[in-house]
T-cell receptor, first 115, second 111 residues
Framework: GAVVSQHPSRVICKSGTSVKIECRSLDFQATTMFWYRQFPKQSLMLMATSNEGSKATYEQGVEKDKFLINHASLTLSTLTVTSAHPEDSSFYIC???????????FGPGTRLTVL | GENVEQHPSTLSVQEGDSAVIKCTYSDSASNYFPWYKQELGKRPQLIIDIRSNVGEKKDQRIAVTLNKTAKHFSLHITETQPEDSAVYFCAVGYGNNRLAFGKGNQVVVIP
């Protein structure tokens, strides 16, 4: 299957700082990528759709000014958690569909801990 | 939006037995149904998926069956092994390639 990477794998930051997470498709191009958040022992919740060359589409209840998404190229999307607070601590995972199908491949996730 | 439910939440099976997890969804227009396996702290791994033009798909010990009329689909794992222990998520495709996930099933295979 297709390979998706994320960086960093884990990050610890102080409350009030911003954190940037990168998602890359390594062996295919992705005009669309998806960002999810997963709390411990819970399901994956879709946060937003990252669109190459245009604005991201956010799911209901997700603050677009807090979770900034930039799809800089056909292989890179970034999620910036701005002014992070302890309640933002979570596992953030990206995914990308390969080709024209809706089969999605997930990155390894980023564990964010906000102190 | 799409409402996806999984049952049971936890399933324990003896090694070698079969495990079945059922997933129900709400939007009759949905036509893509993947199953993901997630081990603790790791990414979800696609294990099998099915589209609405078929009723069943099999890949070695893994199979998925789909009943579009009743709006449910099931994951079947035969001859379970300890390495099958994980959380399994069903998902349903809806609008613009998005996926709505169920809450997950913890499967425990007892050696």
């Amino acid at each position: 299957g297709a390979v998706v990477s994320q960086h960093p794998s884990r990050v610890i930051c102080k409350s009030g700082t911003s954190v940037k997470i990168e998602c890359r498709s390594l062996d295919f191009q992705a005009t669309t990528m998806f960002w999810y958040r997963q709390f411990p022992k819970q399901s994956l919740m879709l946060m937003a759709t990252s669109n190459e060359g245009s604005k991201a589409t956010y799911e209901q209840g997700v603050e677009k000014d807090k979770f900034l998404i930039n799809h800089a190229s056909l292989t890179l999307s970034t999620l910036t958690v701005t002014s992070a607070h302890p309640e933002d601590s979570s596992f953030y995972i990206c995914s990308a569909p390969e080709g024209s199908t809706d089969t999605q491949y997930f990155g390894p996730g980023t564990r964010l801990t906000v102190l | 939006g799409e409402n996806v439910e999984q049952h049971p939440s936890t399933l324990s099976v003896q090694e070698g037995d079969s495990a079945v997890i059922k997933c129900t969804y709400s939007d009759s227009a949905s036509n893509y149904f993947p199953w993901y396996k997630q081990e603790l702290g790791k990414r979800p791994q696609l294990i099998i998926d099915i589209r609405s033009n078929v009723g069943e798909k099999k890949d070695q010990r893994i199979a998925v069956t789909l009943n579009k009329t009743a709006k449910h689909f099931s994951l079947h794992i035969t001859e379970t092994q300890p390495e099958d222990s994980a959380v399994y998520f069903c998902a349903v495709g809806y609008g613009n390639n998005r996926l709505a996930f169920g809450k997950g099933n913890q499967v425990v295979v007892i050696p």
